[in-house]
């Protein structure tokens, strides 16, 4: 997961802070080709909430739908755990993921100002939010 992070994101989550998401209150999902992680979702859960805490896909995999399966495959674990209210934050730059969400049925419900530090200083985060 760690190689597939630093691989995927601009901006990489530590891999401390991938082994600090494994534990009752979260849940994840993963595609394989093979033997090979091409990628995957980390979420969380309160009460019957749940937030995307972050999704990728490797690049040499991307553009080939396998992001829009993952998160088919993240509302169907949401549904089977009783999980009606999704919520995540993105990068405002982020335009291929913001496309996704939206056209999954998130839609924007606020935005934190220059939450992200960024290469040229800081930018918003995306607050968005589905009905499930
Ligand atoms: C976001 C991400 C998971 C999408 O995965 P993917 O496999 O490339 O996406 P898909 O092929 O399933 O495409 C799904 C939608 O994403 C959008 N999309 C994907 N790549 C895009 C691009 N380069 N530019 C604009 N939109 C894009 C499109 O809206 C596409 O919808 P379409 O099927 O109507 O064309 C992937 O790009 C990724 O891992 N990005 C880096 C990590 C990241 O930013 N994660 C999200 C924030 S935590």
Redesign the pocket.
């Known amino acids: 997961m760690a190689a597939l992070e630093q691989a995927?994101?601009?901006h990489p989550w530590s891999r401390a802070l991938l082994a600090d998401v494994f534990g009752e209150r979260y849940f994840t999902g993963a595609l394989w080709h093979g033997q090979q992680l091409q990628?995957y979702f980390i979420a969380d859960s309160v009460l019957d909430e749940s937030t995307?805490?972050?999704?990728?896909?490797?690049?040499a995999?991307?553009?080939?739908?396998?992001?829009?399966?993952?998160?088919e495959h993240y509302f169907t674990q949401c549904r089977a755990r009783a999980l009606g209210w999704l919520w995540?934050e993105?990068?405002a730059s982020?335009?291929?993921?913001i496309?996704?969400y939206a056209?999954s049925g998130y839609q924007e419900s606020g935005r934190r100002r220059n939450y992200y530090p960024s290469d040229v200083g800081h930018e918003d985060a995306v607050i968005m939010q589905k009905r499930l």
């Open positions: 995927a994101h601009a990628g995307l805490m972050n999704i990728c896909v490797s690049p995999w991307q553009g080939r739908g396998l992001g829009r399966r993952l998160l995540l993105v990068r982020n335009l291929a993921a496309h996704l056209s």
